[in-house]
């Protein structure tokens, strides 16, 4: 999804900051300070990312919805077994990060 988002500026091996990376032949991605990271970790220093996240905002500047646009975003990935609104779970890692 993100690479048919983002094209090119999707580089999986930069950006796909997943353990489960290692299954699809990726080295694993390893943090400077040895904690665990998000499932993918996008720069964004152009907003195209940005943009791509206003469309959820109905269009809003985000920016302005959040008193600032973001030059990194932390993508946490969840499933769950119903809709959009349904519960899900996080470890206590996930939980302390976001």
């Not at 690479?3 to 489960?20: R, V």
């Not at 609104?85 to 996930?94: A, G, K, M, P, V």
């Amino acid at each position: 999804m993100l690479e048919k988002l983002l094209g090119n500026k999707y580089i999986p091996e930069k950006q796909w900051t997943s353990a489960l990376r290692e299954m699809n032949g990726i080295e694993p991605f390893v943090r400077e300070d040895g904690g665990t990271g998000s499932a993918f970790t996008i720069h964004d220093p152009d907003g195209k990312f940005a943009q791509l996240v206003a469309k959820t905002y109905n269009g809003h500047d985000i920016g302005r919805v959040w008193g600032r646009r973001p030059k990194t975003w932390h993508l946490e990935v969840k499933a769950s077994y119903g809709g959009l609104d349904d519960e899900f779970s996080l470890t206590w890692d996930q939980f302390e990060r976001v």
